[in-house]
């Protein structure tokens, strides 16, 4: 009797502790509410030209993102044919390349506001379902964070809008540039490097 | 006699197509020993890609030429509440169809909300001009019976880039003749011999549809390194969103591999399939603010 219930104590204690995430759900909500605020701000504050706005996003991905691991995502099972450093320089240049590309996105922001509609929290990994407060056009829009949270903060991992996952759609752009030029991470580089607006 | 002529006019697009098909033949598939490319490959899901690069160099030719100036005009010519008129009335054109494929996927909630738009929006909405529904709080919402078809389990089949209609796979052109046999507006054409209503309706949606995109669009175009494989991806992440009916992908994390399978044929794909509904128990659902 004793021991089952020190084993049941265990086993308690130590679900707990593999369950707790280091963020809980209130603090991912939060999170996403600090990415998105920042991201609006600075973008607000930055000048109006594309490089500008580039300069100001870059900060912010390297802060809240998980750039390494949205970069070895889009480039499928090319990831692991190319070498660390070339691993290294991707990160680098992809990283830019997003800067470049959403900065000039969000001019398209008109102040619409995120709400969090709920956290749903799977201890390493998290999705926080936001969507456009009432008062705009794309009211209701669903706008969806993939985090990953199994390090000291919490990191965005994806971006869903209305379903369209921003690391998927760029893995089967990427793949498909890839598999043209037989694998060469190069040719990929190259032209991220043309569509970069920051270094 | 109508609807004859333009069944015929289909059939023989599908001839050609299928002419085309077997002399444009398969896309070069990669060498079986690159793992990485045998995967692009596979999560591409598009054998047919040199005839749809193609026909998507076509379509593109035709909305750089025709489609994108009308759009402009369109959207610089006419108020902002004309544009809305237009929506309007065309998606409650649509509500035929609409309810029909809600009621085939069970969804009577939704079948509900469609038919009362429907009696609302042709009454107090004018003939379909206002949406007096959305006022009252009843949202637009789409179906379609490609999303039947995917509601049921039915897989997509391979990406096709149809001339003109644009992107598609077998169970969306399926779905597209379905629901053009399903739609009343068809059959009056026909009876009354006036199948052009048809092709303005789909016309003006088409119009505009790209007007309210245009920048959206252009955005796209300029950022993308392969507009085609863009293109393709959204595609088909919006239908599969489509079929949950906006429900949030559950396994969309655990769908992302980098592991190169031993066997080509099971690469993994992502988001290809629709998730399943929430399973007791497993993930922790916490309700935020």
Request: net charge negative.
């Amino acid at each position: 009797m004793h021991n089952r219930r020190t084993f049941l104590m265990t086993a308690v204690a130590a679900a707990a502790f593999l369950t707790t995430p280091a963020f809980a759900a209130a603090d991912l909500s939060a999170f996403v509410n600090e990415v998105a605020d920042e991201a609006i701000t600075t973008l607000g504050k930055a000048g109006p030209s594309d490089p500008e706005r580039a300069a100001a996003l870059k900060p912010i991905l390297l802060k809240y993102f998980d750039m390494p691991g949205m970069a070895r995502h889009v480039l499928g099972a090319y990831w692991k044919k190319i070498s660390a450093e070339q691993q290294q320089a991707f990160v680098g240049q992809f990283t830019n390349y997003i800067a470049s590309v959403y900065g000039q996105r969000f001019k398209a922001y008109k102040g619409q506001k995120l709400e969090v509609k709920r956290v749903r929290d799977q201890g390493a990994t998290a999705t926080v379902f936001t969507a456009v407060a009432e008062g705009s056009e794309d009211a209701g829009a669903r706008v969806d964070w993939e985090i990953k949270n199994d390090g000291s903060a919490p990191l965005v991992a994806d971006i869903r809008v209305e379903g369209l996952s921003l690391s998927d759609t760029h893995r089967q752009e990427f793949t498909s540039v890839l598999s043209q030029h037989n694998g060469d991470i190069t040719a990929l580089m190259g032209i991220l490097k043309n569509k970069s607006l920051v270094n | 006699m109508h609807f004859e002529l333009k069944f015929g006019r289909v059939l023989l697009a599908a001839g050609t197509l299928s002419v085309a098909l077997a002399i444009g033949g398969c896309a070069s598939t990669p060498d079986p020993s690159d793992e990485a490319a045998v995967q692009a490959y596979n999560e591409a899901n598009d054998p047919l890609e040199p005839m749809n690069r193609y026909f998507f160099e076509v379509n593109h030719f035709l909305d750089e030429v025709i489609v994108k100036p009308f759009a402009g005009y369109y959207h610089t010519a006419l108020p902002q509440f004309a544009q809305d008129s237009v929506r309007n009335v065309v998606r409650n054109l649509h509500s035929p169809t609409i309810l029909a494929n809600d009621l085939f996927q069970g969804g009577f909630n939704r079948a509900g909300d469609t038919s009362s738009r429907f009696l609302i929006n042709s009454t107090l909405g004018v003939g379909g001009l206002i949406d007096v529904a959305d006022m009252f709080g009843i949202k637009y919402h789409d179906e379609d019976f490609g999303q039947t078809l995917g509601y049921y389990g039915s897989g997509e089949g391979p990406y096709l880039m149809l001339p003109v209609l644009g992107p598609s796979n077998p169970r969306d052109l399926t779905g597209k003749l379905v629901d053009y046999a399903l739609d009343p507006l068809t059959w009056v054409g026909y009876i009354y011999n006036v199948g052009w209503i048809n092709t303005v309706r789909g016309g003006l949606e088409g119009l505009d549809t790209r007007a309210r995109n245009m920048q959206a669009i252009e955005e796209l175009q300029k950022g993308s390194v392969d507009f085609y494989a863009t293109i393709r991806s959204l595609y088909r992440q919006h239908r599969n969103d489509a079929i949950r009916n906006g429900e949030d992908p559950n396994d969309a994390l655990s769908g992302i591999t980098n592991d190169i399978p031993a066997d080509g044929e099971d690469a993994p794909t992502v988001m290809l399939t629709p998730a399943k509904t929430q399973t007791d128990g497993e993930p922790q659902v916490s309700e935020a603010n």
